[in-house]
């Protein structure tokens, strides 16, 4: 459906480089980046905003590169909203319906239902600038899905939206994806990232990391960046090698750190461990694994799931633990500790 | 805010410039007597010179507007070689002594120019036409309303109206429903400067056509021949009834801009 | 600041006697290295009107008919006027003008009624080469024994009436017209071209005041609504210094020099004017009596 | 975008208004030979007087600016009763016939009034002064820099400005640093069409001091004593020196917003 | 520190109810709420952007309300950012300390010590429009912190960052709390709410529905919204009485519906039933709990933790499975299935 080949576009600071990438026709395709990693250039570029300095763009087979903004049929829900301030949420909403050759009741009809849909039905008579961040946030989407586009692009459409209201644009969203339409859908949030994507592409810094399914990337980030998205904080690149005292294999992070882990494969790859798997205690442990390292605690904070702390052993190391436990151990900011983790609970990925 | 320091300041040096306009003006109410004021307004002439003024200024901006408007758009949005060659260009009409301006209209509208001849076809002699009076009062004017036009469309976002491209709007509707409402306020303005400037406008004027009498060739005309005291009732006439015809522009084009 | 404004002589003067003015000026430089002039042109009441109703100073108000001098300031702002030229109405062109070439003193009028032919006029109400115009044209129409002449020729070109006689040079040199009607001075001033009119006919012999008189028309008057009837007379010339001039001493050096037959009036009459010989002097017992006896001869 | 069906007749609508502004101007130019231009140039009377007239009139703005522009901001920020009455007086000096303008002012600054006296009692006889120039050229023109400055205040975010004064900034330092800058275009505009305005008046500054000339009043004395022939090169060249004043103006204005 | 007595404003469509509220020094006060509840207007009203129509402010014992913006000492971080369009990032982080009396070399060191915490130092020279959303999110934080006001006030600051960012920016706010700084924090994201704040408002509306302790407020949220945003879906108002035919008492949904959950109270009052303690199998499981019902699967979405499967049970019921799981017992949307969980599951919180 969607194809772009070497879409470049450099400006003193930030260069997009060689964008290359494929989104399928009833794709739900999200982007994943870091704040400043070209995410919204790159939308503009599709949506024809932003003239790219090179490469090409097709969309349903046809070069769209040098396309018009208003002949590309695509729509794109800005990150900054770019509403309409002299018209009221229900022209906002209508706008893209009145060329259509609409007929006055219908564009009525079909404003009504989006603004139902998106709860903000209350909202039709006034202006935008008066809205709340999250109205407007909507506003903004109703009005892009009120074109109906082939490809609809969302610049963090639900950033400023409290959890109940999150939950039910999504499920609108991921409807609307069932029902064929194609989206590509920039978010920071890795919980939208799963509940929405089937494809997922990683952005840093104005170049594609990887592209993949869920499962693939999150389940083989192949840099601590992906891995630090889909919740892995401890996330190493290493080397490994058969090791002379052990049935394990040796990683080696750096001169300081090593560690082993249970794997067939020798050489260079990446090293994960769940952050629930690291154990922290006030003693050294008792035998059981070879990773047993001494650290100091240099963060503590709450988590969802009781604490989150960090811990240096040479590296970071962040471990999920309940505070009953961390009262036990008596540990806090600046505490000596023991970390330990057993062998096999370490994920290697070797580079392709 | 309201009775911050800088505000009070502000409040004493706009008075100044409030005093310096209307203090002239109050001196003219003053010294033309109340019965005299009443018995200029009935008569015809002053009456239809006034109308005329009125009419034609308005007719001529609005005509130029379709022009200036557009014009103004280009320079707000595009950048291009001699840009502000343009832009001064564009100021000059200012700065023309006004029967220069005359003059040179003359040599466009004159019996042997294209413009001319063509009228002449029509059994239609441009000098000493509405016409006429409307092309001098339109090119001693238009710079007023370009320049106001242009900064109007420049603030408006053109995030705005590419946000509305990207919603399938063709260019003239972007044009006609985002860029122009947006850039209405400025755009009134220019139109109200250009539409006064057009009213005022004597020298060039008086060139092309000293027949029929426009309201400050009526005043001129009435001061040589009776001096100061026939002139200023029809001076401050001509001024009373400006005022209404700008409070009222000013009044439907917000109300219009509201009902948008 | 005394000192700065008795050296400096302020003359209001019609726009038609800008040069000879001028010209003189300088010649009086000459000899008077330390003055400085300031000239103000404009149309001849405007001038009166700038003393009478605007309260501004000046030394010198010429006026491009003497009657001004006459009406507007004596007795209130000026004590005398002197009456020092004539001129003459004449029917100025261009080189371009239509039927440039054949026109003449005798067939100006068949030309003047050609439809492809146009020629402008100033106001009669607001400018004294107006009425003139019109007391000429029913001269002609006496002269050549063509009835009608006058009125046709009047009611031909309305358009191109101006309220003076620069606007309508403007009008000529763009080429919207072909012929104004206007003195003859000008058109020597402006090297432009001019068709001399009989004598009979162009109110610039003084002799001829008789005839000239036999024609009359009704202008507006003093006030909005009033009328007034003029009857056709020699035009004149008339100079003035007003009551309250404040360089008076030298703006009489200056008349002194300006009236003399063979400097000031010389070249008043290089530049297309006739000047009187004698001078007439209006009101010559409240003259300031050292210019009296210059201008006279007699105390 | 750029060559969308509107922008075409955009720029056809556009391109007949230059046209109109151009050609009475290349009209002026052809009839003028190049040495009659030169020489005119040499003339010191010719160059004082436009010196005079730019000077004046770049003071008088400049003097009046600081009063307008806080005028201005106090327009676009607050409402008050009977406001679109006051926005039409700051239009009425526009449509005043400008000798009326003139002599309302001469009423003003004549010896026996109380200005007059006390420039007196100092030696200074206002009329016939570059200070009564000033004063003639500012009425008839401070109407444009106002509303060009009130529509360029319009345009600032009140949000940014209460942002700023959330972040400790005074009133004051809040004008000087968002207000003003934000409205820096308009404001330029606006002292351009001020200044350009005030140096083409004719009928207001003659009544007040025919003497010194202001180049407008040279033209206009050539034309008189000597015709077309001799104020056109004066005139040209007047018309060139302002373009490039304003092309000057204008870059100049752009820099230091880039540079601040 | 901070006190409001009743504050309140209206507008057409919107009123804000007699806020009455304290936040004492020091606090890391979070301020939840959905879209349009009416944060936005409570930290423009004490911020003094927006005049209350009624109501007092207290700040360190003063009375503020008719007190001028700039006389505050109050940092409003806004949602919009309302950052300066012609200055570049250094002058606009700048902007508060000129008039402090620093010395431009202090203000320059100053500048760029709070840029390079952000991560913002290579945007310096940079002007606003040109800026990602996440970098101009930073710059308006760091702009306003820059002023160092005695009250901190937060709008969603972090809304537009990605993961590894908040978490940085989490810790510089954190940090700053404990040296002392007050802070209101508004926010749409629990993790962030329960991991910043100390105490936390609950604002519905336009009114405060609860404040308290994060435990106070999560762990006994009175109302369903709250309960929302605490991550619980499964959140009733019932009535409870005696049952007859168990030593459980019986819960009240409504008519159709009700259950059975341990307690010793009576009376009306909520119940909360965590998500992973809800069982979806294919036919009737055994009679080990009362609670049983048969239902329809009416949406299915990937979750962090497999996936997260909505029943129609006459309520809707939330349950979280492991895909693997839910293949097994063959459900789709439109299935009918059988939830149960344990009475002792359900956590009961009587109304007061
Ligand atoms: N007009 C421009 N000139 C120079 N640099 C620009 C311009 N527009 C964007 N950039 C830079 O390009 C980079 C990518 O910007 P972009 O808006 O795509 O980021 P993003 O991935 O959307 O980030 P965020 O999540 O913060 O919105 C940023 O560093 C930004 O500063
Ligand atoms: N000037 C105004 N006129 C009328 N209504 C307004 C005005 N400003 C805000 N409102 C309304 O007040 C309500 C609360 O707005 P507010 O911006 O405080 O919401 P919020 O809680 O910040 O929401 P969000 O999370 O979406 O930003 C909204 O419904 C909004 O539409
Ligand atoms: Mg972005
Ligand atoms: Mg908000």
Same mark, same amino acid.
């Not at chain 3, 149309?43 to 009657?67: L, P």
């Not at chain 3, 507007?72 to 006027?81: G, Q, R």
């Given at each position: 459906m969607l194809k772009l080949t070497n879409i470049s576009k450099r400006w003193e600071g930030f260069t997009l480089k060689d964008i290359t990438l494929t989104v399928g026709k009833g794709d739900y395709f999200i982007l994943l980046g870091p704040s400043g990693a070209g995410k919204s250039v790159l939308l503009e570029v599709i949506a024809g905003l932003i003239a790219p300095d090179g490469g090409d763009i097709t969309l349903n087979d046809a070069n769209i590169t040098h396309l018009k903004i208003q002949e590309r049929d695509i729509g794109l829900v800005f990150q900054d909203l770019a509403l309409f301030p002299h018209l009221n949420v229900h022209h906002n909403i209508g706008y893209p319906l009145y060329r259509k050759g609409y007929k006055s009741r219908e564009v009525n009809r079909r404003v009504v239902e989006l603004a139902q849909e998106l709860g903000i039905s209350h909202l039709l008579k006034r202006f935008p600038p008066t809205l709340s961040g999250g109205e407007q946030q909507r506003v903004a989407l109703a009005r892009t899905l009120a074109l109906n586009p082939s490809l609809l692009l969302l610049d963090e459409p639900l950033s400023s939206l409290d959890v109940e209201r999150k939950v039910e644009i999504r499920r609108l969203l991921r409807d609307l994806n069932r029902k064929g339409q194609t989206i590509v859908h920039v978010t920071h949030d890795y919980e939208e990232a799963i509940a929405l994507g089937n494809r997922i592409a990683i952005i840093n810094n104005g170049a594609i990391e990887q592209i993949g399914s869920p499962q693939e990337v999150f389940g083989k980030p192949t840099s601590s960046f992906v891995a630090g998205f889909g919740g892995v904080r401890n996330f190493f690149k290493i080397s490994i090698s058969k090791s002379e005292d052990s049935k394990f294999m040796k990683a080696r992070v750096n001169e300081n750190l090593s560690f082993y882990l249970q794997s067939d494969d020798e050489g260079n790859g990446y090293a994960m461990i769940p952050e629930n798997e690291i154990v922290i205690t006030h003693d050294k442990p008792g035998t059981e694994t070879l990773n047993t390292f001494p650290g100091t605690v240099i963060d503590i904070y709450p988590h969802r799931f009781g604490c989150e702390v960090v811990v240096d052993i040479g590296e970071k190391i962040f471990a999920i633990m309940a505070s009953t436990q961390l009262q036990a151990i008596h540990a806090s900011i600046g505490s000596k500790v023991w970390v330990s983790f057993q062998e096999n609970s370490t994920i290697f990925i070797k580079s392709s | 805010m309201k009775k911050s320091a800088i505000n009070l300041s502000f409040a004493f040096l706009g008075g100044l410039v409030l005093l310096f306009i209307v203090a002239p003006l109050l001196g003219m109410v003053f010294s033309t007597p109340l019965s005299t004021l009443f018995s200029t307004a009935q008569e015809t002439e002053v009456q239809q010179s006034i109308w005329l003024t009125i009419w034609i200024s308005m007719a001529s901006t609005l005509v130029f507007s379709i022009l200036a408007i557009p014009l103004a758009y280009l320079l707000a949005r595009y950048s291009f070689p001699l840009k502000n060659m343009v832009l001064g260009i564009i100021d000059l009409p200012i700065v023309i002594p006004h029967s220069a301006a005359g003059i040179a209209l003359l040599g466009f509208i004159s019996r042997d120019t294209v413009i001319g001849k063509a009228a002449g076809a029509f059994g239609f002699n441009l000098i000493g036409s509405p016409v006429a009076i409307a092309l001098a009062m339109a090119f001693v004017s238009i710079p007023f309303l370009i320049n106001a036009a242009r900064e109007g469309f420049a603030s408006v976002p053109v995030r705005l109206e590419k946000a509305a491209l990207n919603l399938g709007a063709s260019p003239a509707r972007v044009f006609f429903t985002i860029s122009l409402p947006l850039a209405w306020r400025s755009i009134v303005t220019g139109l109200v400067m250009m539409f006064a400037r057009g009213m005022s406008e004597f020298g060039a004027v008086v060139i092309v056509a000293y027949h029929p009498m426009v309201a400050p060739v009526l005043i001129f005309d009435r001061f040589n021949a009776f001096g100061l005291k026939y002139a200023r009732p029809a001076a401050l006439l001509f001024i009373l009834v400006s005022l209404v015809v700008f409070i009222t522009i000013r009044l439907l084009a917000v109300k219009r801009k509201k009902d948008a | 600041h005394s000192n700065q404004q008795t050296n400096t002589i302020t003359i209001f003067h019609a726009g038609s006697l800008a040069m000879p003015i001028k010209a003189?000026?300088?010649?009086?430089?000459?000899?008077? /290295?330390?003055?400085?002039?300031?000239?103000?042109?404009?149309?001849?009441?405007?001038?009166?009107?700038?003393?009478?109703?605007?309260?501004?100073?000046?030394?010198?108000?010429?006026?491009?008919?003497?009657?001004?001098?006459?009406?507007?300031?004596? /007795?209130?702002?000026?004590?005398?006027?002197?009456?020092?030229?004539g001129n003459e109405m004449s029917l100025v062109h261009t080189k371009q003008s239509r039927h440039a070439n054949d026109i003449n003193g005798d067939n100006w009028y068949e030309i003047l009624a050609k439809p492809e032919v146009s020629y402008g006029r100033s106001d009669p109400n607001a400018d004294p080469c107006g009425y003139r115009t019109l007391l000429t044209l029913q001269l002609a129409e006496q002269h050549y024994q063509k009835p009608g002449l006058a009125k046709a020729i009047a009611e031909k070109d309305n358009r191109f009436i101006r309220p003076k006689e620069v606007d309508l040079i403007a009008l000529l040199e763009s080429g919207a017209i072909d012929y104004i009607f206007l003195y003859r001075s000008v058109a020597v001033q402006h090297g432009l071209e001019y068709v001399t009119l009989p004598d009979e006919i162009n109110l610039g012999n003084p002799s001829l005041s008789d005839l000239y008189s036999g024609v009359h028309l009704r202008i507006r008057g003093a006030a909005v609504g009033d009328s007034l009837t003029l009857y056709g007379e020699p035009m004149v010339y008339g100079i003035t210094i007003p009551s309250n001039a404040s360089n008076r001493e030298m703006a009489m050096e200056y008349l002194k020099l300006f009236l003399h037959p063979h400097k000031g009036l010389k070249t008043i009459e290089q530049m297309g004017m006739i000047p009187l010989n004698p001078l007439i002097i209006h009101n010559e017992d409240g003259m300031d009596k050292d210019l009296r006896e210059e201008l006279t001869g007699h105390p």
């Open positions: - | - | 003189i000026a300088d010649s009086f430089k000459v000899l008077h /290295p330390d003055v400085t002039f300031r000239l103000e042109a404009a149309g001849s009441v405007e001038c009166a009107r700038k003393i009478t109703e605007f309260n501004r100073q000046c030394d010198i108000m010429a006026s491009a008919d003497y009657k001004i001098i006459d009406e507007l300031l004596i /007795p209130d702002y000026a004590d005398w006027n002197v009456l020092f030229s």
